[in-house]
Each structure stands twice: as structure tokens, then as C-alpha cells.
């Protein structure tokens, strides 16, 4: 038996890339879930985390960009301070906050599959604006949807109340996301190489 292995590739160079990718986007919505704020309308907090869904599915397409916020959920889910103010366990996941929580990786893979136009990954910087901020704004209604019937089912509030509560509360805030997002993507800092 041989045991030359100079010439063996136990894992494609891009899937260990891509990897690294998840693990920094993961890392980047734990630390964007720390700029917390109280919202006067909601018992949810406004928090910079569906900007990193955003950026998520922009970067890392929709597969890849799905996957950074599952490794994200599952980090908090077991310990890891990663929630909206540290929150940590399963517990939060079953919270007030579950349906944004569940809404994320879902809505990363929609925002990436509409701005790449499909499953593989190009250029973000090539999608029009009108392309961009569509994708995002698709985002913004599955997160807003799931976070609503989150609301309603663990709360018990209306549909009304929770669609005040869970969706009307936030729209300044997330145009505020979707415009920083757009920036970032078309900023010079971020080019592929």
C-alpha cells in the first residue's frame, strides 16, 4: 500500500473557501445581533441581524449564504452568545423572536438565488439596483412574515396586532439595512478577486 499523498485533495479547495465564508458570515450576524436596540412598538429589538442575511445571500449566494445562518442558529442554539443582547439555548429559538430566528436562512437563500439569478455565485456587483433592492425587499417579507405568525403563535396576538407589532414597527429600520447593504455591495472595498 502506498502512502503517497502529495497528489491526493481531501477536500475541494473551493468548499474549504466557501467554509471560511460561513463561518465568518456566522460570526458576523452573532456580532451584529449586539447592536440591539429596544423598539417602542415590538417586543422585538431592532438589530443589524437581517443585514447580515443581506449580505449572506449577496456574498455567499443562496446556498452557501443558507448554510452561514443555520451554523449561526445552531451556535446560539448550543450556548453560544450569539442572539439578539447575548441571548443564548434553544429557548430563544421557541421565543417571542423564533419566527424572525427560523425566517433568516431562508431569506438568505431567497435574497441569494434572486440577486445570482439561480444557484451559482457570481459577481454581486453586477446585479442592477433594481435587482438588489428587490431581492432584499422578497427578504424583507419572508422575514417579516415568519416573524409576524412567530408572533402571533407564541404571543397569541392577532394578525393586526401583530403585523403592527412585527413588521410596521421595523419598515424605517429596514430600508435603513437594505440602503447600507447596497452601499456595501457597490463599494470599492468589496471587490472579487
Not at 75 to 104: C, D, E, H, M, R
Not at 137 to 156: I, K, Q
Amino acid at each position: 500500500m502506498s502512502t503517497d499523498t502529495d497528489n491526493v485533495d481531501l477536500v475541494d479547495a473551493a468548499v474549504v473557501e466557501n467554509l471560511g465564508r460561513v463561518a465568518l458570515f456566522a460570526a458576523l450576524m452573532g456580532a451584529f445581533a449586539y447592536v440591539s436596540f429596544p423598539n417602542p412598538f415590538s417586543p422585538a429589538p431592532v438589530t443589524l441581524q437581517v443585514l447580515g442575511v443581506f449580505l449572506a445571500g449577496i456574498f455567499l449566494g443562496p446556498v452557501w449564504g443558507g448554510v452561514s445562518i443555520v451554523v449561526y442558529l445552531a451556535a446560539g442554539a448550543v450556548g453560544a452568545p450569539v442572539f439578539s443582547g447575548g441571548g443564548a439555548g434553544p429557548t430563544v429559538l421557541v421565543g417571542s423572536t423564533a419566527g424572525y430566528l427560523w425566517s433568516y436562512p431562508v431569506a438568505a437563500f431567497l435574497v441569494g438565488l434572486l440577486v445570482h439569478g439561480g444557484l451559482s455565485v457570481g459577481d454581486p456587483r453586477e446585479a442592477g439596483i433594481v435587482r438588489l433592492v428587490g431581492s432584499m425587499v422578497a427578504g424583507t417579507a419572508v422575514v417579516y412574515a415568519m416573524g409576524v405568525a412567530g408572533l402571533m403563535l407564541v404571543l397569541g396576538l392577532g394578525p393586526v396586532a401583530a403585523f403592527m407589532a412585527g413588521a410596521a414597527a421595523f419598515i424605517p429600520a429596514e430600508a435603513f439595512k437594505i440602503a447600507a447593504a447596497v452601499g456595501i455591495v457597490r463599494s470599492d472595498a468589496f471587490v472579487a478577486e
